[in-house]
């Protein structure tokens, strides 16, 4: 059998984006495509199975060019990552970003639908690592794609795990870590005043076997 990385996601928004029109993360639901498996599909394999299954909203981990490629002239929805290995860099050099920027987004539209950027992957909650980068990171490719003028088609976001909370249960009474809140509280603000999501990812399962 077949084993690939692609997980359930759900998209918790809580900046006031409703009133803002931008073409960014339509639909309601959407898959991640991870790929660090064995035996997994080809990425033109991947595009098919998902137009077949009816998914427009897909989100992968970095920025691979098979894949950006693959995905040219589909109409899927694509949001790529910017791995935490890159958030100090990015962080540091406002220039850096702008060329990421250029590099890996500018560069595959508009045949390649991508409409989100996700700034690292669940870099709160666990190690204090990449945490001092990641509002920085978040700034930087913001800022980027306003210069570009792709604000209005590609948005930031940035995905947390559960780890992030104290206590989960009841959602009522859900707060962050105290290691958590000094890097949440200016990166929840940044968000509202610019009107854009969080990601908040839930994994029911580890992996789908097929």
Known sequence: ????????????FLAAIASVTVQAF???????????????LSPDDVVTL????????VRIYDFDQSVLKAFSGTGLELVVGLPNENLRDVSANADHAMNWV????LAYLPDTHIRGIAIGNEVL???????GFLLGAVKNV???????KLSH??????AHSQAVFADSFPPSSCVFKDNVV??????????????LAFLFKCLPFSSLHV
């Open 153 to 158: 088609l590609v948005q930031i976001t940035t």
């Open 102 to 105: 250029k590099d890996n987004v």
């Open 50 to 57: 998902l137009r077949a299954a009816k998914i427009k909203n």
């Open 142 to 148: 913001y800022n980027a794609l306003d210069k570009l």
């Open 26 to 40: 339509t639909g309601t639901y959407g898959i991640n495509y991870g790929r660090i498996a064995n035996n997994i």
């Open 1 to 12: 059998m077949k084993s690939f990385g692609v997980h359930l996601f759900f998209l918790l």
């Open 182 to 195: 000094q890097y949440m509280k200016p990166l929840l603000e940044f968000f509202f005043a610019n009107r």
């Open 125 to 131: 909650g666990s190690s204090d690592e990449f945490s």
